[in-house]
Each structure stands twice: as structure tokens, then as C-alpha cells.
């Protein structure tokens, strides 16, 4: 963490200096925005706590709730989830309140009394190391309040507007603020009363009944509900010998289970199977009390008994897989003749089973998507065009998440007798762990995504998936240190330039490259910074040489890996670093000993990879991409 550029800080430094917008306001939600999002939930915050960091975009977040929301649904963390955590500022926060699953048991019948469950495969949950990060089980309430604080600390200043319904919108071709919404009063002297608020951009991230996806005349389209579960968050007294595991539990008579240890060392989750639910049941299965759930969960136990003493919450929910064709306002046959306005995201555009915890996880990455696209249109980044990228890139995302879900949940339903072998559920879990983990997604080449005819030269970084960091020791304070974790949800992009062999001080091609990039007019720094902000303002570039730590001078190191800045004009030591001998990076993840040019997205995404001699092609690509200001 860097602060003190701005003067001596010794209140919390998580809390950015206020700008622009945030430096004055509007405790009531004003009647002009140019980003109304509507939802608190999962996708609704991280896009406003990203777009909050761009002070200049009057951002307005609303919820028909009174106040915060006091138990989540979901509850299930992937690595990506907490990788973003970390660009947020609150990874070690959450993780140190959280449940942290490091196996998982699958138990079923006893071959030889199969009235009785026995345990069977444990693998590990990571086991082939996919992401430092840890899988987490958490309240999606404290998601949210870490997303509200990240916010509110951006320098947007921006908070939750309670206690405002959306009723309906219409885009008209009128003025700065073309999108009009009505809005209504939940609660308070003024419930029901409507009102009027013009905005440039809506986000719908208002849930699977969103009424934001109905006003753009989007609809969920996929397999009807077949199957019901029952779900309880409980703190009971059990002899079961692994209630604080994750365990998928089998029984002989087709009952399962999918229990998931709760944060706080007490509480647990079981997902409790209820059978399949006849076409004409028409929402009876939706009636089944908890005494009959808990009930269930005892028979597909037993020889264990649970004897449940509280219920925080529970449900009985259908599985169902649907998804919109589109994530925005623009029909098929009117893609690039007008950008979107109106945006969707989350539950309001997919819905699937939680058995694979992937629900929150994935609206996540739909918010971070869309936030720092509006927040770049919106500053004068990037053209309008972007906008489109939203949609083509999260929608094709949607619909891998629905087709590993389908496989997962029916896996999961299926009676032991109908099992291939007594090992097939654990076999798939390990198998596919890199797609629930959130690391799969592999986005098109596009104006943000390069093409790929350079990917030699960085292996490890394939173009279209997200950075996967590994270790360097910052030259300045020798720290060994993860150098993607450096990478904040700030809006910037990365630059990330390998070195050849040569040491900082003699000829190099980074030295030529670093010489270029700090003074040539056609720089992308010279060609999309705004006049009169730092020279890092858009692009955060580091360097990553060969030599170890004591064979760099960092008075050797050229000027574009020291940029300046804030008002006192201090030089920024710790983007240059040095390998590991033990961990080199260039050995783990592949990258060539003529240097390269890894170039990383504001969400993390890998836009490009180049030599160091192509600045031509950088140059074009940030052409192609961002707004040219010079």
C-alpha cells in the first residue's frame, strides 16, 4: 500500500482523498446522474465501488430495501473472488473473518451396510495449485459491507441510496441524460410517491425478477425447475465426524446433501436434497417447512443424527438454468449502429443452481467488467464503443458458468445406483476445479483483447485470462512480494515489461523501450494521459528484470519505471523489480529471455503480449482502445 504522496497520512489509508464528485456530495440522490445502478447485491456494489474511483462520474447506487442486508444467500468465495478482494482492498480483511475449504470429503453408502454412509475420496481443494488465493465461505452480507466500504473510501465518496424501488425507464435520444427512470418510495413519509431521475448509463443488477431486464425487453429463456432443494444455515449438536469439512454426502436411498462450514466456527450450510418436482406441482415443493428439511438431512445421515438448535435462515429453492441473449439494450440488428445505454448484470441475466458456488462469483466479475468500461467512457478514456464489449465478452462467460452448472447439479442428484462408480463426483470436482475457481474465462480478441501471435513470448500469461501473478522482490525495500497483487481496482492499466538480460545501465532493449515510452509523442503515456495529471494517471508501468536484487542500481533504472508523483512531486521507487533465484518468473510463466511486453486490463485481463521492440503495435492498440487526447 502507497499513500503519503498527497502529504503525511495518519488516519486510515484504505481512505483515498475525496475528489470531484466526492469532494461535495449530495446526501439525497439528485434528479441528473450519469450512472444510476440499481441493486445492492453482489454485482450492483463492486461496479459502484469501482466506478467510485473516478471522481469526476456522478455515480448513484439505489436499493428498495430500508437499510443494509443483514444475511446473504449466497455464500461461496472462489480464488478469483478474493483476487479481486485483494485489487479492492479487503482480501485479508474478509479472509481473516471467513471459512477457509482446503478439501473436500465425499461420503455415501457403506458397501457393506448400505443404510449407513461412510467417508470416501478427500482430495484436496486446490491441488494443482491454480491460485494462491484461498477458497472462502462467507456471508454475501459482509461482501457487500466490504464493497460499500471500498466505495465509500473511493474518492467518489459514493454510498447506497435506501429505500428507492425501480419501476420502469425509457431511452430517449434527448439531451446529456437520455435514459428516464421512475423510481418509487419503499418506505417512510413517502412511500409509494414516484419520482423522476435522468441518468447517461443504467446498470439493472436488481436479481433473477429484475424489472430493469423487463424494461429493456430482455428475457430469461433455458430449462424449466426439475429439481427442488431445501437450504438452512443452522447451529445444531451432531456426531457427524465431519460437519466443519465441505462434504457432498450420498445416501443408498437417493437423498444428498451438500454441506458447507459457515464462518464463525459454529454455524454450517446444508443444501438438502428434495426430489424431483412434478410439472404440475405449481410451487407446493416451495412449502416444504424446515422440519421436514431437517427431517431429510437426519435420514440421509443416518447412522449420524442432527439435532438442530437454531435456524438463521433457510429456503427451498428450484433449480433452474436461464439466460439472456444480450446483457444490454441493443438488439442484433442494431449492434453498431448505437452503443448501449441500459446494462444488466448478475442474477437479472443468468440464474443456475448454487451448487457450484458460482452465483455471487460471477456477478462480481460482471460488475468489475462493465464499472471500468462506463468509468473510462465517462472520463473522456475511452470511446463509446467500448460499451459494447461488455455484452459480447460476459454473455458467451454466462453460458459456459450455466453448462458446467447443468452437468455439476444433475452429478450432484443423481442416486448412487446411477453413479458410474462410487468415485464420480470427486473425480468431476477435481477435474473441473479450475472453472469453478473463476479462472477459465478466456476473452475474444476484441479492441481491448490483442491477438495472438506473440503469445510465445509470455506462456503463462495467455492474452484473454486474467494475470495470474507470481513473485519478484521489489528492488527498493528487497520484498519478495506477489507483483500482481499490486494491481488495484483503481481504473489503471497495467503495463508489465519484462527485460532481456542486459543490466539496468547498459544498452538494452528495455532501455529503448522505456526510453520511447517516457518520450515519444506517439507514446500511449504522451497520447492518452490527460494534460496536467502524473504520467501514471492511465498506465501503471513496472519492470521486471533478470538480475537479482544486488545487481540493480536503481539510479541505473530508466525514468518511465520511476514516474512521479502527486503535488509534491516525489518519485514512485517500487514499480522495478528483480527475480527470485529459487522462483524465477521468467521460468514460471514462461517468458522469454529477449524480454516482453505484458499488457493487463483495469479488471485484470490479459489485453496483450508483444516484444519490447514492437511500439508501433502498443501504440495502436491503446489507439484502438482509448481516446487519443494529443
Not at 479472509?95 to 443404510?115: C, K, L, N, Q
Amino acid at each position: 500500500m502507497q499513500f503519503h504522496h498527497h502529504g503525511y497520512v495518519s488516519t486510515d489509508p484504505r481512505m483515498q482523498p475525496a475528489a470531484g464528485i466526492g469532494l461535495d456530495r449530495p446526501t439525497t440522490l439528485p434528479d441528473e446522474v450519469d450512472v444510476l445502478i440499481v441493486g445492492t447485491g453482489p454485482a450492483g456494489m463492486i461496479t459502484a465501488a469501482q466506478v467510485a474511483q473516478f471522481p469526476d462520474v456522478n455515480v448513484r447506487i439505489i436499493e428498495r430495501r430500508p437499510e443494509r442486508l443483514a444475511i446473504g444467500q449466497a455464500d461461496g468465495i472462489q480464488a478469483r473472488s478474493v483476487e479481486t478482494f485483494q485489487a479492492f482492498g479487503f482480501a485479508e480483511h474478509i479472509t481473516a473473518e471467513a471459512y477457509r475449504i482446503t478439501e473436500m470429503a465425499f461420503w455415501g453408502p457403506d458397501p457393506e451396510d448400505p443404510s449407513r454412509i461412510v467417508r470416501g475420496a478427500t482430495p484436496d481443494d486446490d491441488p494443482a495449485g491454480i491460485s494462491e488465493f484461498p477458497h472462502l465461505i462467507v456471508n454475501q452480507a459482509r461482501v457487500l459491507d466490504y464493497f460499500a466500504e471500498a466505495a465509500r473510501f473511493a474518492p467518489g465518496r459514493v454510498e447506497p441510496d435506501y429505500g428507492y424501488e425501480f419501476k420502469t425507464l425509457e431511452v430517449t435520444d434527448e439531451g446529456e441524460f437520455p435514459v428516464v427512470v421512475t423510481l418509487s418510495h419503499t418506505s417512510g413519509d413517502r412511500k409509494d410517491e414516484e419520482r423522476i431521475i435522468r441518468a447517461k448509463y443504467v446498470v439493472g443488477a436488481d436479481g433473477a425478477r429484475s424489472a430493469v431486464r423487463s424494461a429493456i425487453g430482455c428475457t430469461l429463456a433455458g430449462q424449466s425447475a426439475n429439481h427442488a432443494w431445501g437450504v438452512m444455515d443452522v447451529l445444531a449438536v451432531t456426531d457427524f465426524p465431519d460437519i466443519r469439512t465441505k462434504c457432498a454426502i450420498q445416501s443408498a436411498s437417493g437423498g444428498n446433501i451438500l454441506l458447507i462450514p459457515r464462518e464463525g466456527g459454529y454455524l454450517f450450510r446444508m443444501y438438502v436434497d428434495l426430489g424431483e418436482v412434478p410439472e404440475d406441482d405449481r410451487g407446493a415443493v416451495r412449502k416444504t417447512t424446515v422440519e421436514q428439511i431437517i427431517a431429510k438431512a437426519n435420514a440421509i445421515i443416518a447412522p449420524y443424527t442432527l439435532d438442530v438448535r437454531n435456524v438463521a435462515w433457510s429456503s427451498v429453492y428450484e433449480v433452474g438454468h436461464r439466460l439472456t441473449d444480450r446483457f444490454d439494450d441493443v438488439l442484433a440488428d442494431e449492434r453498431g449502429t448505437r452503443t448501449p445505454r441500459v446494462f444488466i448484470a448478475g442474477d437479472a441475466c443468468h440464474t443456475h443452481s448454487a451448487k457450484a458456488g458460482q452465483g455471487m462469483n460471477v456477478s462480481m466479475q460482471d460488475g468489475f467488467n462493465i464499472g471500468w468500461k462506463l468509468g473510462h467512457v465517462l472520463d473522456g478514456r475511452a470511446p463509446e464503443s467500448l460499451l459494447d464489449t461488455y455484452s459480447l465478452e460476459r454473455q458467451v462467460v454466462a453460458q459456459a458458468l450455466i453448462d458446467f452448472d447443468k452437468e455439476w447439479s444433475t452429478l450432484m442428484a443423481k442416486p448412487v445406483s446411477e453413479l458410474g462408480s462410487p468415485q464420480e463426483v470427486a473425480e468431476f470436482y477435481t477435474r473441473t476445479a479450475e472453472f469453478p475457481a473463476g479462472f477459465m474465462t478466456q476473452y475474444e480478441p476484441s479492441m481491448i483483447v490483442g491477438s495472438p501471435e506473440h503469445q510465445e513470448l509470455a506462456t503463462g500469461f495467455p492474452i484473454g485470462k486474467r494475470f495470474k501473478s507470481a513473485r519478484g522482490v521489489k528492488v527498493c525495500d528487497t520484498n519478495p512480494v506477489h507483483i500482481g497483487h499490486f494491481h488495484q481496482a483503481d481504473g489503471r492499466w497495467r503495463i508489465y515489461a519484462f527485460a532481456d538480460s542486459a543490466a539496468p545501465g547498459q544498452g538494452s532493449a528495455l532501455a529503448a523501450w522505456a526510453e520511447w515510452l517516457a518520450h515519444d509523442p506517439q507514446s500511449p503515456i504522451a497520447v492518452h494521459t490527460p494534460a496536467g495529471r502524473d504520467t501514471s494517471a492511465l498506465f501503471d508501468v513496472r519492470a521486471i528484470y533478470q538480475q537479482g536484487h544486488h545487481d540493480i542500481d536503481l539510479n541505473d533504472v530508466p525514468e518511465a519505471f520511476k514516474p512521479i508523483v502527486g503535488p509534491f512531486e516525489l518519485m514512485n521507487l517500487e514499480n522495478v523489480y528483480a527475480t527470485l533465484p529459487d522462483d524465477d518468473i521468467f521460468d514460471v510463466r514462461g517468458i522469454s529471455r529477449d524480454g516482453a511486453v505484458v499488457v493487463v486490463r483495469p479488471d485484470q485481463y490479459v489485453a496483450h503480449v508483444l516484444p519490447l521492440a514492437a511500439t508501433d503495435e502498443l501504440a495502436a492498440f491503446f489507439r484502438g482502445a482509448l481516446t487519443a487526447l494529443r
